[in-house]
Antibody
Framework: EVQLVESGGGLVHPGGSLRLSCAAS????????MNWVRQAPGKGLEWVAN????????HYSDSVRGRFTISRDNAKNSIFLQINSLRVEDTAIYYC???????????????????WGQGTLLIVSS | DIQMTQSPSTLSASVGDRVTITCRAG??????LAWYQQKAGKAPRLLIY???ILESGIPSRFSGSGSGTEFTLTISGLQPDDFATYYC?????????FGQGTKVEVK
């Protein structure tokens, strides 16, 4: 069974920093691109960041580029999201989500979100 | 960014109904579209990818169709477990974007 377990959420003041983690099990981790997707309270889903299987390529939404950094440690089957310069509008549940299984050079056709964690809540408030 | 627009935003239906949700993309996304189901307080669950491929373990009453800019999710014979919010998502061009969601509620 695939499990993605997020941690690191909490209450942070505006302007602060936080690091979210996601530990994966039950899958061949290096065969999956990984993502962070967030959901503000009562709102829809918003993709935040993506990282390639090797970790050498990353992509971000415009709303977080320059403040958020996604990374991964394939030896520990984990991904991370370093969040700096936090804003009130960053308040959300942050989900870790894998792409589909990708065993080819390019993962474009498996770029949906196949496996999801339970989410970790980040509240940004003074 | 590619805007994804779902209709309707809310749908009232009864068990056994055939339900159709539409998702329109602001530009062609070929067939790079996925559908998710989300229940209150839970993480989303992948239903369909590449517009029409059913994810493993998803009941066959769920189906997807479309390409280019217009897509549909159909539930043939709504079950009590299907009352939830449904999202479409394009993964053709970064940034990947979701529709605003369609809540399927009890009529």
């Amino acid at each position: 069974e695939v499990q993605l377990v997020e941690s690191g959420g909490g209450l942070v003041h505006p302007g602060g920093s936080l690091r979210l983690s996601c530990a994966a099990s039950g899958l061949s981790f290096m065969d999956y691109e990984m993502n962070w997707v967030r959901q503000a309270p009562g709102k829809g889903l918003e993709w935040v960041a993506n990282i390639s299987r090797s970790g050498d390529m990353t992509h971000y939404s415009d709303s977080v580029r320059g403040r958020f950094t996604i990374s991964r440690d394939n030896a520990k089957n984990s991904i991370f999201l370093q969040i700096n310069s936090l804003r009130v509008e960053d308040t959300a549940i942050y989900y870790c989500a894998s792409g589909g299984l990708c065993t080819t050079d390019v993962c474009h056709n498996t770029a949906y979100f196949q496996h999801w964690g339970q989410g970790t809540l980040l509240i940004v408030s003074s | 960014d590619i805007q994804m627009t779902q209709s309707p935003s809310t749908l009232s239906a009864s068990v056994g109904d055939r339900v159709t949700i539409t998702c329109r993309a602001g530009q062609s996304i070929r067939s790079w579209l996925a559908w998710y189901q989300q229940k209150a307080g839970k993480a989303p669950r992948l239903l369909i990818y590449q517009a029409s491929i059913l994810e493993s373990g998803i009941p066959s009453r769920f189906s997807g169709s479309g390409s280019g800019t217009e897509f549909t999710l159909t539930i043939s014979g709504l079950q009590p477990d299907d009352f939830a919010t449904y999202y479409c998502q394009q993964y053709d061009i970064f940034p990947w974007t979701f529709g605003q969601g369609t809540k399927v509620e009890v009529k």
